[in-house]
Nanobody, 123 residues
Framework: QVQLVESGGGLVQAGDSLRLSCAAS????????MGWFRQAPGKERALVAA????????YYADSVKGRFTISRNNVRNTAYLQMNSLKLEDTAVYYC????????????????WGQGTQVTVSS
């Protein structure tokens, strides 16, 4: 059974940094691309960043480019999202997701999701 468990969310001030982790289990982690999504109140869930199974390819939404870094450790079966220079508009629930569907980059379809972790940025 595939499980994705996020951690690392919290309440921070604008300009601070935070690192989210996503621990995966249940299948060969390195065979799957990972994505980080976020959903703010009243908004649709949106892809923030993605990384290929090997880590060789990444994608960032324009809104986080230069501030966020996605990475993965295929020995520890964990994906990360390092978030720097956080802004008020980064406040959202952040989800990690896993996908084998990588013909299109970034992947649009994901088959397993974590439960989400809240990130709140205050002024």
């Amino acid at each position: 059974q595939v499980q994705l468990v996020e951690s690392g969310g919290g309440l921070v001030q604008a300009g601070d940094s935070l690192r989210l982790s996503c621990a995966a289990s249940g299948r060969t982690f390195s065979s799957y691309a990972m994505g980080w999504f976020r959903q703010a109140p009243g908004k649709e869930r949106a892809l923030v960043a993605a990384i290929s199974g090997s880590g060789g390819s990444t994608y960032y939404a324009d809104s986080v480019k230069g501030r966020f870094t996605i990475s993965r450790n295929n020995v520890r079966n964990t994906a990360y999202l390092q978030m720097n220079s956080l802004k008020l508009e980064d406040t959202a629930v952040y989800y990690c997701a896993e996908t084998p569907y990588v013909r299109k980059w970034p992947p649009q379809e994901y088959d397993y999701w974590g439960q989400g972790t809240q990130v709140t940025v205050s002024s």
